[in-house]
């Protein structure tokens, strides 16, 4: 109704007093604008008569007869489809906007109606026109016309010849900077060395070709750069790491040397034994080589799958113990001395300093069990240790075996298996001093006791020469697992009794060792050969079991 | 991820790239001196060996550190069309403690180098980062003062901008578009492709480093 609404508006409006503007004639035939008119007020009243009816029969509250109902909605349905229908062949000449009147354009639609300009519009539209038709709005249209396609013309053709000239411009300016305009080829020797080179620099880039230093020369021999001075500071360590794949399969001996350059000389000369590396505060001791951790060996215990044939290739972790490894160390140190003990034994000599307590009774007490086991273990490891010892090495040796010195003949050896036992042990025991740092002589012997742990030294004793074979590539005496294990598995020895011994004169172990002069070990070594009982605690009780 | 780029550039033209990029960027240019370490895994840590560089910036007047990590790069027939390279990296910074923690995790240093150069870094479409450094290798370890270039003619010219995996696209245009006004002077192109040098170079930085004085028309 709207759309016909606007229709009949749009055509009735159509009388500008200016300009008449009638719709096409032929349009307007066939939209034939009175015939809808007539038909659209038609269809209004018959929609009205309906809705009156309907009205009565509400208000009667009367069945109405759907039937006559439906038969007139049809009606008026079929005569409004009709009317659209006539409309919608002629309405593809008007395009009406907006669709529908309603409260949103109700307003505006006049506006929108009207074509007179709004009046600013107006005077902007005409002060434009006067500029383009600057003196010729008296002439007719179609002069007007004339004259403003002609000045397009002219316009246009001044642009193309500024662009032209422009472009020469452009040539000109070129062609003098440049010379020649081919494209300058590059020289092909010269291509072929700039390949080469590039391939050069983008391999080392990208990839790090030839880049990579033989392992020889990395170690760092010139001052480090300043950014790299804390960084890798202390450790000299660091430079091994390159080479430390080698670290697996060499064992001890690269550790031994890194652990060298840590350790400080006066401990070896002093200390000597195992006690200076157990003896030293953890914390010195972990304290500048944390780098030496590379080594990450699976072999924490000895228990593992691994513990077998393999402990010995495989280098325990660390060479630094953390202070909980405490223990661990007592028990590989006493592993170590008893090593020492053994391969000593033949020799005597004067006592070393410091040494001398534990190590001799620990060398009487061995028994041909136990140097059984030992020599079946230093047949394996032989190969392994009998690597280029270094000087600490040599001293460790030397100082063990003047600890020896003591002389104890009762366990008698092949001097081969001392030398054995030497060459072998004597890496341990250098890779134990060279682990330990800073403590000096005098607090080894206090320590010592302090490191007695309880009752499972003694079992651990036995074994551990054999045990000790396993652990002796690194310090680390991350063994006490395995050394339980190997002593429960060997049976433990009668030390029941002893071992409560034990525990009430650790404190005084060592001091009362002290007190065993050679003269003393001697009168307690064929007591002791009954067992194999090494530990030191474990004399002083035979002593006074004696006594 | 981001998205790289690479080419050369002989030495004697760079004082005009730096011209060159100073009027595109817009930005000054920063000096670039990095010690770069390459640290490998070895092989029985984890499944593969992995391969971890760290970069001490040394222009700061205290040595940062950082780690970098390049993982790989996108693969398939899209990815081969694109003229840029897209991997995966991941970056941070860390303390200098970092070598340290890396040679007791296992790792050894592979290789390492020391860039010096310069570089600029602006905004045009993407977050764009242009180096352009001589390579120089260290003959004694970790002597970075006594660095020698590795080749000695020709620069490395880089091109980075951080990407994800959402507008990666749009951060390749951008490369894309940028590289081209780098055309008189060298050619960029995904590392490993190898480029040469451009004929043009010498010629175009012949007018950049002019005083670029107009003819008259």
């Known amino acids: 109704m709207a759309a016909m609404e606007g229709v009949t508006m749009a055509g009735a409006q159509d009388q500008p007093p200016k ?53 007139q909605f049809s009606m008026v349905n079929l005569e409004l489809y009709n009317i659209v229908e006539d409309i919608k062949n002629v309405s593809k000449a008007f395009v009406v906007h907006p669709k529908n009147v309603n409260a ?5 639609l006049p506006v929108m109606l009207s074509s007179k300009l709004l009046p600013e519009i107006e005077v902007e539209d005409n002060v434009k026109r ?21 000045r397009i013309d002219m316009i246009g053709a001044a642009c193309e010849s500024a662009e032209k000239i422009i472009a020469d411009a452009r040539k000109a300016y070129f062609g003098t900077r440049q010379g020649p305009t081919l494209l300058p080829t590059v020289d092909k020797v010269q291509a072929a060395k700039i390949q080469e080179q590039e391939n050069l620099l983008r391999s080392a880039v990208n990839h790090g070709e030839g880049l990579r230093m033989p392992g020889d020369q ?3 021999t010139s001052s480090l750069p300043m950014h790299l001075v804390d960084v890798l500071a202390t450790n000299d360590t660091t430079q091994t790491f390159p080479d430390s794949s080698g670290m697996y399969q060499k064992g001890t001996p690269p550790l ?16 000597g034994a195992q006690f200076g590396r157990a003896a030293a505060s953890p914390s010195g001791a972990t304290g500048s080589t944390s780098f030496d951790n590379t080594t990450a060996s699976p072999l ?28 661990h160390q007592q028990q590989q140190r006493q592993k170590m001395m008893q090593q020492q003990l053994l391969n000593q034994q033949q020799l005597r000599g004067s006592s070393m300093p410091s040494l001398g307590q534990s190590q001799l009774p620990q060398l009487h007490d061995m028994t041909s069990q136990a140097q059984q086991k030992f020599q079946s273990m230093q047949g394996q490891h032989h190969v392994q240790f009998s690597q280029p010892l270094s000087a600490q090495q040599l001293q460790g040796r030397q100082l063990a075996s003047s600890a020896m010195h003591m002389g104890q003949n009762q366990l008698n050896q092949g001097n081969q298996l001392n030398r054995q036992l030497n060459q072998f042990s004597s890496p341990a025991n250098s890779a134990i001093f060279n682990a330990a740092q800073t403590t000096p002589a005098s607090q080894m012997i206090p320590n010592m006791s302090a490191m007695m742990p309880s009752q499972s030294i003694l079992p651990r004793m036995q074994f551990g020469i054999s045990g000790g074979n396993r652990t002796l590539p690194a310090p680390s005496l991350s063994d006490q697992m395995y050394n339980m294990g190997a002593a429960n598995a060997g049976g433990m020895m009668p030390i029941q009794q002893q071992q409560q011994q034990q525990q009430q004169q650790q404190q005084g172990a060592f001091g009362n060792m002290s007190q065993n002069t050679p003269q003393n070990i001697q009168s307690n070594m064929l007591p002791m050969q009954n067992t194999s009982q090494n530990h030191p605690n474990f004399q002083q009780q035979r002593q006074q079991n004696q006594q | 991820m981001e998205c790289v780029v690479q080419g050369i550039i002989e030495t004697k033209h760079v004082e005009a790239l730096e011209i060159l990029l100073q009027g595109l960027c817009g930005v000054h240019r920063e000096s670039l001196r990095v010690h770069e370490l390459c640290l490998k895994s070895v092989p029985n840590l984890g499944l593969v060996s992995s391969e971890i560089r760290l970069l001490c910036d040394l222009e700061q007047p205290e040595p940062t550190w950082t780690v970098r990590h390049v993982g790989g790069a996108l693969r398939g027939a899209g990815a081969d069309q694109i003229s840029v390279l897209v991997r995966n990296m991941m970056e941070s910074k860390v303390s200098k403690n970092a070598l340290r923690l890396f040679y007791a995790l296992g790792y050894k240093l592979d290789h390492e180098l020391l860039r010096v150069g310069f570089t ?18 260290m003959l004694k370890l970790h002597s970075t003062d006594e660095a020698v270039p590795v080749t000695p003619g020709i620069q490395l010219v880089e091109v980075t901008a951080p990407a994800s995996s959402e507008n990666y696209t749009e951060v390749v245009a951008a490369m894309s578009s940028f590289c081209e006004y780098l055309a008189p002077l060298l050619h960029l192109s995904k590392p490993g492709v190898s480029t040469g040098v451009v004929p043009t170079a010498a010629a175009a930085a012949a007018s950049l480093m002019s005083d670029g004085g107009g003819t008259a028309l």
Do not use: C
């Open chain 1, 218 to 220: 990395r170690q760092v």
């Open chain 1, 19 to 71: 300009v008449v503007e009638r719709l096409n004639p032929a349009v307007q035939q066939q939209l034939n604008l009175d015939s809808v008119k007539t038909r659209a007020i038609s269809l209004f009243k018959a929609i009205s008569r309906i809705l009156e009816e309907f009205d009565v029969i509400a208000r009667t509250n009367a069945v109405p007869k759907w039937q006559y109902v439906l038969g």
């Open chain 1, 104 to 108: 949103e354009n109700a307003t505006i």
């Open chain 1, 300 to 327: 924490q215990y000895a228990n593992s799958p691994r513990s077998g044939a393999n402990i010995m290739n495989m280098p325990s972790p660390q060479q630094q113990q953390p202070q909980q490894l405490q223990q």
């Open chain 2, 120 to 137: 600029f870094q602006f905004h045009r479409g993407a977050q764009i980062t242009v180096t352009v450094s001589s390579v120089n290798k």
């Open chain 1, 256 to 271: 031994l040397t890194t652990a060298g350059n840590n350790s400080q000389g006066s401990l070896l000369q002093v200390s």
């Open chain 1, 130 to 150: 006067e500029q383009l038709l600057h003196g010729m709005q008296i002439l007719p249209v179609a002069a007007q016309i004339e004259k403003l396609k002609t």
